[in-house]
């Protein structure tokens, strides 16, 4: 123990290099805001200058890999301008001994849900700020304890430009929207309308911004509300058994207001499924809000605790459906005006905007990335935008949309499972009617999204004649002409064959 405290003081800082940090600090805050600054900067202390290496600590992997990912050329940049003799930094993941230390001098705020083991990287300042590392020491459950008792829960980091202001409604989000929207208006101790809030939507539709707007919402309504992706949810939850603290963990996040939950689909564990139901019940039980997404609706994530799936069925069930022309016309010009904001000489003709709505009707994230090739086309070329000269900048993301080559057997997968029966039933001779209709659908997708004829789709399903696909098919698109739920329910598992 006094040898290591002996190794700390010996690394402390001067007053001359302290002065160089903190100007580095506030030129950090300058650059990215107080919002930034303090979500994620005010953990990144200066441990120590020696040998041209400039060590920097946080208390945790997780922060580490963010800064990595995210502000590495920032911090690179930073210190270079201060510190010309700094040739190469080292960030550290504290040690236990360190983060008690920062801990007892006040120091220490860091984030729980994350392994506690020391972490370093080294990087040169040019040409960017890398980082590896090799993991070392342990900590002592004490130590650990201690932390975590004296650290907020904390979140998955939000982004302040996806609020209920910038989220554009259209028909296909509309039940969604008004649903958030309510939530949000809510105030602390008042019953929830509608509890679990589930929504569901393919990727690029706007779950997420959703989501986050309604979070923002509801921290601004004075509401403690903790929004966490399904990932954020397990390494916070499997660190506080590593670290012994899983009461606090708990206990912290059912004392909340609001839960929100993304990408649930992802959820892995037993054990960790069993306490999400356990916090998932918790919370409901106690008239608190919970509001959660995915990329399929509750009846097809077989993956999750049955527990789990009844509570999310008792609760609102919103689809987020693809984007109609309108709407992709309003995110295009949405993304134009946010890009002409640092290129005021960005012009893109209305028909233009019309010719890449009706050529990309995949997701949002399709759309930014057509503006991103409009944009590039414009300011290095020169060239004024026209309709072949788009065409033939989004060409890429046009033929992505294509579709995939779905298999037969998948098919037959898909709609035996949405229909509640074995695959065996679609390809023996029952002829009940809870058998044939999935099987006439199974052969009617098989036409449509395969490249196989009549006869090999009929080989496939037991044996069938080509006459029999045949009527299966024509019996379908009459049947789907006429009945907008089967209709609905054929458009859906074509969006979840296509995007297997």
């Not at 509750?298 to 527990?307: A, H, I, K, Q, Y």
Request: charged fraction near 25%.
């Amino acid at each position: 123990m006094s040898d290591h405290t002996e190794t700390l003081a010996s690394s402390e800082v001067s007053a001359e290099d302290r002065s160089k940090w903190d100007r580095v600090r506030h030129r950090l805050r300058t650059d990215l805001g107080d919002a930034v600054y303090n979500s994620w900067f005010t953990r990144l202390e200066l441990e120590r200058i020696d040998g041209g290496a400039l060590h920097l600590t946080v208390p945790t992997k997780f922060l580490k890999s963010w800064m990595q990912s995210h502000y590495a050329p920032r911090i690179r940049a930073r210190v270079a301008s201060e510190f010309s003799k700094v040739e190469r930094v080292v960030i550290d993941v504290r040690s236990p001994m360190r983060k008690l230390r920062s801990r007892e001098d006040g120091a220490d705020h860091g984030t729980p849900g994350a392994p506690h083991f020391v972490e370093r990287a080294t990087a040169p300042l040019a040409p960017a700020l890398e980082m590896t590392h090799e993991a070392a020491g342990r900590r002592t459950a004490r130590a650990a304890a201690s932390r975590h008792e004296s650290d907020p829960f904390v979140g998955s980091p939000l982004d302040r430009r996806l609020c209920f202001s910038t989220f554009l409604v259209g028909p296909s989000n509309q039940l969604a929207y008004a649903a958030a929207c309510r939530v949000a208006e809510a105030r602390a101790g008042d019953l929830p309308l509608f509890n679990p809030l589930y929504a569901h939507a393919a990727v690029g539709l706007g779950k997420t911004h959703l989501l986050q707007a309604l979070a923002h919402a509801s921290n601004d309504n004075r509401r403690h509300t903790i929004y966490l992706t399904a990932e954020r949810f397990m390494s916070g939850f499997v660190s506080s058994l590593t670290a012994q603290t899983s009461l606090a963990f708990k206990e912290k996040l059912r004392g909340i207001d609001m839960l929100i939950i993304d990408d649930v689909q992802f959820l892995q564990g037993k054990s960790i499924q069993q306490e999400f139901c356990h916090t998932l019940n918790a919370l409901i039980d106690a008239g608190r809000q919970v509001v959660v997404a995915a990329d399929r609706p509750p009846s097809e994530l077989d993956t999750l605790d049955e527990r789990v799936l009844s509570r999310f069925k008792g609760g609102l069930c919103v689809d987020i459906g693809p984007l109609d022309e309108a709407l992709r016309i309003k995110l295009l010009t949405a993304r134009i005006a946010a890009a002409r904001e640092s290129q005021p000489n960005f012009n893109v003709p209305p028909e233009v905007i019309s010719c890449v709505a009706r050529m990309i009707v995949t997701n949002g994230r399709d759309l930014e990335g057509a503006v991103n090739r409009l944009l590039a086309h414009a300011t290095l070329t020169g060239a004024p935008l026209t309709v072949e000269t788009a065409e033939a900048a989004i060409r890429d993301l046009v033929r992505a949309q294509d579709p995939r080559r779905v298999k037969i057997d998948d098919i037959q997968k898909l709609v035996a499972s949405h229909y509640n029966i074995s695959r065996a039933d679609i390809l023996s001779s029952r002829r009940t009617a809870n058998v044939v209709r999935p099987r006439q659908i199974a052969m009617y997708l098989s036409k449509v999204l395969t490249l196989r004829s009549l006869p090999e789709i009929g080989r496939r399903f037991g044996g069938r004649d080509h006459t029999t696909v045949l009527h299966a098919v024509r019996k379908i698109e009459e049947l789907a002409a006429k009945d907008k739920g089967l209709a609905e329910v054929i458009e859906l598992l074509k969006r979840i064959l296509s995007e297997q």
